[in-house]
């Protein structure tokens, strides 16, 4: 396959991911949401020099990693000093964060330390629109949203870290870590004198504007009324909340859906729904960030009222953060091993199983497909071809249906064919998470009972 020297295989392959790196070497370039794909795609094909810091076309990993870490030796999980399990102690913080609410914590910390002058971060601005907000008082941060896993294009992130003097914290998804990261390696290296800190998310998927839609038609809720919504909230796995706004009386209306068993939130945030690059990365665990915070998806956990995050701290100053946190009574946490990464994210993730081996089918296809080898490499087992084959035929054929907008096609085909896949799921949770058979059988040893109690 003839690789082109721009951002078109990005276009043709709705590989975009929003980060909008793009758009500080090529000031022609527009993010745009496509009506199709109802995802964000580049205006245009642009130049070599745009696609060269480009996520969805590449990423190179070990010389990021050399870059940013030197000598710090780098594993299968990346770049670890110390993994934790935390919970903020401010109920209400933990509450509206589903996980924990370590980020938040975090960054009050780090904004009443004289040696940082602000934080970017992402924020409601109206509707679907949320963009990167510079923050400069601890009293900001409990303003921000959770999670939003919607497509976004963040270009500001980049523009504000290069249109303000002094140190920030960056809180940044992994692909849009990528990208900043090799625009300012490639285009500006002392910018990175201006970061602080950056804090990482486990990454849940981005989901394209099908998804919304789709749950919208299920529940007859008005796609284009939205005047806000939350992914989390609420305690552990927490509730999809979408506000609507009515056009005569500007009156809000919220509506509430369950992540866990609503059937209609099961079709709408099918897998299929993903951004097409969500499906071949194999960075869900943020190897690029000082320190990386999500849900700890484990047997351990599944008592805790408020939510508990999984942190991987990469670098020491990041652990004496957590370390301090603790002391002064901010945060309850529990140093824990690699071993609770594997098993809340999954090795099919974690290592990248499922990734490699799609990406391997995608070039056997001719298909664009970006350039990544991360450190999990050398931990992956793909995943077997058949496997990826039918996968791919499945998404291409959901991708064109989303395309057509027949969402209850889709609904049919999960409460019919799909069914017995949809069941096992949560059958394979009950015995893992609630009856915890790894380790009845031997296969991970659970942290000790006494120590999980510190967590609501």
Known sequence: MTR??????????????????????????????????????????????????????????????EWLFEATDVGPFGVVDEVFLAQSTDADRNL???????????????????????????????????????????????????SIYHALSQPQALELLRSNEGRFVLVAIPCQLEGIYQWIRAHEPSLRDRIHTTIGLLCGWQFNHHALRAICQFKGIDFDAISDIAYRGGGPIGKLRITTRDPDTADHEEHTIGRRVDF?????????????????????????????????????????????????SRTPEATALLHDLDAGGRVTTLTVTTDEVRESQKERIAFGDFAYAYADHRRALGLHTPEMTGPNRVAASPVDPDEVKRFHAEFERKRELQAARRYRFLWWRKATV??????????????????????LFGGRKEPDRGDMARFR
């Not at 980060?19 to 109802?38: I, K, P, S, W, Y």
């Not at 330390?113 to 601890?138: C, E, W």
């Not at 299929?272 to 999500?294: E, K, M, Q």
């Open 96 to 146: 509206s964060a589903s996980s924990g609410g370590l980020i938040k914590e975090m960054l009050i910390e780090l904004l009443g330390r004289p040696d940082v002058d602000g934080a970017i971060a992402l924020t409601h601005v109206d509707g679907l629109d949320f963009q990167p907000v510079l923050l400069n008082h601890p009293d900001e941060v409990d303003t921000l949203p959770g």
């Open 264 to 312: 209609g939130y099961q079709v709408a945030f099918d897998r299929s729904f993903n951004l097409p690059r969500c499906h071949v990365c194999i960075d869900h665990s943020n190897f690029l960030a000082d320190v990386v915070v999500g849900d700890a998806w484990l047997p351990s956990t599944v008592t805790s009222r408020t939510g508990v995050s999984l942190i991987v």
């Open 4 to 65: 082109r020297l721009d951002l078109q295989p990005v276009i043709d392959s709705g590989m975009c991911i929003g980060c909008g790196v793009c758009l500080h070497v090529d000031d022609t370039l527009e993010l745009t949401l496509d009506a199709t794909t109802q995802a964000v795609t580049p205006s245009h094909a642009s130049t070599a020099e745009a696609a060269a810091v480009c996520p969805a076309i590449g990423v190179d990993f070990p010389a990021l990693h």
């Open 418 to 439: 799909e069914l017995r896949r949809h069941i096992g799921r949560y059958v394979n949770w009950a015995l893992v998470r609630v009856l915890k058979v790894k380790s």
